[in-house]
């Protein structure tokens, strides 16, 4: 009987197909023993240590070899066969992390305080972090404008002729293109913010959106003078990285300065 199986050697039936056909193996030779220990540590959802290798095989099966063979036929492979930490593993190449690499652009929201931060200044722009602070009725922190200034919606202006120089903050063309504007023009007045419901019905009488065409000409501004111009020439040498990061921090400790006659 045995010798009418398919595939088994000296059989009269398949032999035409032998080629395509796995010969019959028995549980206790050594090519069963590998194909046992490939799909076991291919299940796996954890690198598996030799024990619990050795316990899915036969008594006395040698498993160095199966592993030193499995790892040698992997080793050209997209999937390796791996030894970490004591146990082993099926891992991706090493050189193909770069394929496996996927990029995501995470959402985060605006803090409050970044909101209305973003919001003063689109509206009062070029502006101050004291006058930032002078309209929220609250300190800004170093972190909310970090951010605004990461995101690229906003940007630095200039310095003031005033004591004390400080810096001053306005939006950027990308402001523009994500909030879908083509100009400040754009900027809902106070009857679209009231429709949108976004101000109270109760307004103060007088009350009047700062106008955005007089704020460039406001306080002797000297737009992206030492930002862009002098100081970048004067330090062309320096570190660009280490200049940026200077010139951040000395910009945003500007308006903690004493003024003339404070202490």
């Known amino acids: ?132 602070e002078e309209v929220r009725g609250v300190a800004v922190s170093k972190g909310t404008l970090d951010v605004l200034l990461q995101t690229g919606w906003v940007r630095l202006r200039g310095r003031r002729r005033t004591p004390g120089r400080p810096i001053t903050y306005g939006t950027s063309d990308r402001f523009l293109d994500h909030f879908g504007l083509e100009s400040l023009d754009d900027l809902p007045g106070v009857d679209e913010l009231k429709a949108a419901g976004l101000l109270s019905g109760e307004i103060p009488g007088g009350f009047e959106m700062p106008g955005l065409g007089a704020a460039d000409d406001d306080g002797g501004l000297d737009e992206d003078e030492d930002l862009n111009a002098q100081e970048n020439e004067d330090r062309s040498l320096e570190d660009p990285c280490q200049f940026a990061v200077s010139e951040f921090n000395r910009a945003l400790g500007d308006d903690d300065m004493p003024k003339d006659g404070e202490t």
Not at 30 to 52: G, K, N, T, W, Y
Not at 96 to 115: D, I, N, T
């Open 1 to 132: 009987m045995d010798s009418d199986r398919p595939g088994l050697p000296g059989g009269d039936k398949g032999q035409g197909n032998a080629g395509n056909v796995t010969p019959f193996r028995r549980p206790g030779e050594p090519v069963e023993h590998l194909r046992i220990v490939e799909a076991v540590l291919f299940a796996a959802a954890e690198p598996l240590d030799e024990a619990s290798l050795l316990a899915r095989l036969p008594d006395g099966a040698m498993l160095a070899p199966l592993l030193d063979q499995l790892r040698s036929h992997y080793a050209p492979r997209g999937i390796n066969l791996v030894h970490v930490a004591g146990k082993w593993a099926f891992r991706t190449a090493d050189d193909l992390a770069f394929v496996m690499h996927r990029e995501a652009v995470e959402q985060k929201r605006l803090s409050r305080a970044g909101l209305e931060t973003l919001a003063i200044i689109a509206y009062h722009q070029p502006v101050s972090r004291a006058q930032i």
